[in-house]
């Protein structure tokens, strides 16, 4: 069984950093795409950044030469460093991927973790 879990949310102000890892555990053969999504009340989750498994980048508009996305691959952990944190940061960031397990692959979701920027 495959688990995604994210640590490092917290409160932080506005102007600081922060940085979220996600943990891939169980049998993973192969992450493919893998990235951060986020989510405030009453709204959408929204794309943050993904990272390929050829470390192709993508990011949100609202986060370009903010956020830094990475992976390390050996530990099967994604990192987000979080620059220049603003108010609108503030939500429930979800980790998310494809995995390959064997012959099949799945997309999982973590269970997120809170950031709450204060102004």
């Known amino acids: 069984q495959v688990q995604l879990v994210e640590s490092g949310g917290g409160l932080m102000q506005a102007g600081g950093p922060l940085r979220l890892s996600c943990a891939a555990s169980?049998?993973?053969?192969?992450?493919?795409?893998i990235g951060w999504y986020r989510q405030v009340p009453g709204k959408r989750r929204d794309l943050v950044a993904t990272?390929?498994?050829?470390?192709?980048?993508n990011y949100s508009d609202s986060v370009k030469g903010r956020f830094t996305i990475s992976r390390d691959n050996a530990k099967n952990t994604i990192y987000l460093q979080m620059n220049s944190l603003k108010p609108e940061d503030t939500a429930v960031y979800y980790c998310?991927?494809?995995?390959?397990?064997?012959?099949?692959?799945?997309?999982?979701w973590g269970p997120g973790t809170q950031v709450t920027v204060s102004s």
């Open positions: 169980g049998t993973i053969h192969i992450i493919n795409t």
């Open positions: 990272i390929a498994s050829d470390s192709n980048t």
């Open positions: 998310n991927a494809d995995i390959r397990t064997g012959f099949i692959t799945r997309n999982y």
